[in-house]
């Protein structure tokens, strides 16, 4: 059992250490997110090398992860900010936003402040990519506008960013 001395368990932390830093080196994670990663890099590992896997000792695995944090590497705070202004950049609403922060480890409290301190016009958001996707001026038959609103709605944006759309481009 050679995890259980102290030279083993210290060599585990370096090396789960240099596998989160490579990790954080690429873009933010949170901190589930990198918690994740590090234990499937740990079954990856040992599957590579024809090994039965270990799971990662809890205790290890937030001591890298409290070590992170500490050491600015790591923060959930950043993340959720910077992943809110990537998404909208790409087009996605505040509820697809929401959701995909929640399967990432974020706590709803956490959303919620983000999404409140946001400079992001959503409204805005939305009329951009309606035009980028039905061209300007908007559809104006309930059909087409039907189109226009279950797009926006699949991309995650709320009914009143959507009806603040048409009500700022009705003729």
């Given amino acids: 059992m050679p995890s259980s001395s102290p030279a083993a368990s210290e060599q585990t932390f370096s090396r789960l250490l240099d596998r989160a830093m490579r990790i954080l080196a690429q873009r933010d994670h949170s901190r589930d997110e990198l918690k994740r990663k590090l234990q499937l890099s740990s079954q990856r590992a040992a599957y590579l090398q024809q090994q039965d896997h270990v799971p ?3 205790e290890l695995l937030e001591k890298v992860l409290d ?4 050491s600015g590497w790591l923060n959930d705070q950043r993340f959720t900010e ?3 202004q990537s998404r909208a950049r790409k087009g996605y609403g505040p509820q697809r936003v929401r959701m995909e922060l929640q399967q990432k480890g ?3 409290e956490e959303i919620d402040q983000a999404l409140f ?3 992001i016009d959503w409204s805005q958001c939305a009329a951009d990519l309606a035009k980028r996707k039905f061209g300007d001026p908007l559809p104006q038959t309930w059909a087409e506008k039907g189109k226009v609103q279950r797009f926006l709605m699949s991309k995650g944006f ?6 603040a759309v048409f009500r700022n481009f009705d003729s």
Avoid: K, L, P
């Fill in 82 to 84: 910077r992943f809110i």
């Fill in 67 to 70: 070590w992170c944090q500490e």
């Fill in 56 to 58: 990662i000792a809890d």
């Fill in 158 to 163: 709320m009914m009143e960013d959507i009806q």
């Fill in 106 to 108: 974020i706590s709803r």
């Fill in 117 to 119: 301190d946001t400079e």
